[in-house]
């Protein structure tokens, strides 16, 4: 029986194993593969990659939110302990929102246009929470205001608000229910770099007012540096570094996050031009041998064309590169295993 000093450590999300696959044209393609990691209440983590890269799939999963021709294919995800039914969608029904929602990106194709957004905000309470009518605007009108949007523009329809505004809203159904985790699929998307910043720092505030775990889903490490604790790095479908915003700044470890770091624009560095990642990512149909990424990597090694690199702790982080061999007390371990 584990003590209390263990059980208040415990991880408020874990994911093991995770792995995805897509139907297409009669064939089954491997999407996810052995995504694995832990988050804390409170904790806000940046899922980062390119297009692609399986972000948006391994949110979705978690959230028992994949299309119908996706299907979970291994590994699992615990909430609090607790086996999360994430490929019934039935059975997970009763989690959403209450334990785990999500801040889907493009607002104005995940509002509906015909209803006014209070209505849309109480909808969640009276269907998860069991609440009256009146109580779920009351609801409404509270999370409106906390989002910073006046109660009284309740009644606008979503096409009345503008791009920042219409995230607000989805910002607050996402909060309707009083989940302890946040799903942010690229919630900033198409919006103007003045309105990201607002909505990056409303959802910084109501992480520490709520106590809330954040899961930001981005293409863009520029934006996770002063909203997040921890970046995880995906490449086509597996995480290949996981470690605090810090050292993911400072002493990146991964070939790919080293060129997503130097893709960002300094302007600290007056005229120096972005630098682009040569090639492009590997799509579904053509996944490479061994390591995805040795075609575009500037330090490929032999190694990579036939192994698949394991992610595995490396100083204060994990990383999935052969120019990290195991440390020497992970040897230790794997020997006694």
């Known amino acids: 029986m584990k003590n209390p000093c263990q ?25 996810i593969r052995d995504v694995s990691f832990e988050i804390q209440a409170g904790e806000a983590v940046a899922l980062v990659g390119e297009s692609g890269s399986g972000k948006t799939t391994t949110a979705m999963a978690i959230a028992g939110l994949l299309p119908p021709n996706a299907a979970v294919s291994g590994g699992e995800v615990r909430y609090r302990g607790d086996r ?13 929102w209450s ?28 269907l998860q929470l069991g609440m ?22 309740g009644r606008a329809y979503p096409h009345e608000l503008s791009g920042g505004m219409r995230q607000r809203v989805m910002i607050a159904m996402a909060l309707a229910c009083s989940p302890s985790i ?59 570094e996981d470690g605090s915003v810090a050292d993911i700044f400072a002493n990146p470890k991964h070939p790919y996050t080293k060129l997503l ?5 300094n302007p600290e560095h007056g005229k120096r031009m ?21 075609s575009r990597c500037p330090s490929a090694m ?16 994990r990383v999935a590169c052969y120019l990290h061999p195991p440390m020497k007390h992970e040897e230790k371990a794997l020997a006694n295993a």
């Open 99 to 126: 334990e785990i929602s999500v801040v889907f990106q493009g607002a104005m194709n995940a509002l509906n246009p015909v209803h006014r957004i209070i209505k849309q905000i109480a909808e969640p309470c009276q």
């Open 132 to 153: 009256s009518r009146d109580e779920a605007i009351a609801r409404a009108r509270e999370l409106l205001e906390l989002v910073g949007i006046s109660a009284e523009r």
């Open 84 to 96: 999360l039914p994430i490929d019934d969608d039935a059975a997970m029904r009763p989690h959403r």
């Open 261 to 265: 770091i130097e893709s960002i624009p």
């Open 182 to 240: 946040v799903i942010g699929d690229e919630p900033t998307t198409a919006l103007d770099v003045i309105t990201q910043a607002q909505i990056l720092k409303l959802l910084t505030a109501l992480r520490s007012q709520l106590n809330l775990a954040l899961i930001l889903i981005t293409h863009d490490l520029s934006v996770v540096a002063e909203c997040c604790d921890r970046v995880m790095i995906m490449y086509a479908g597996r995480l290949v």
């Open 302 to 317: 032999p190694v990579c064309a036939t192994e698949v690199p394991n992610l595995k702790r490396w100083e204060q982080g």
């Open 7 to 31: 059980q208040a450590k415990a991880p408020i999300l874990a994911v093991e194993g995770l792995a995805v696959d897509y139907r297409l044209r009669g064939s089954s393609l491997p999407t």
């Open 274 to 294: 972005v630098r682009p990642i040569p090639g492009d990512p590997p799509t579904l149909q053509h996944r490479p041998s061994g390591c995805a990424f040795r």
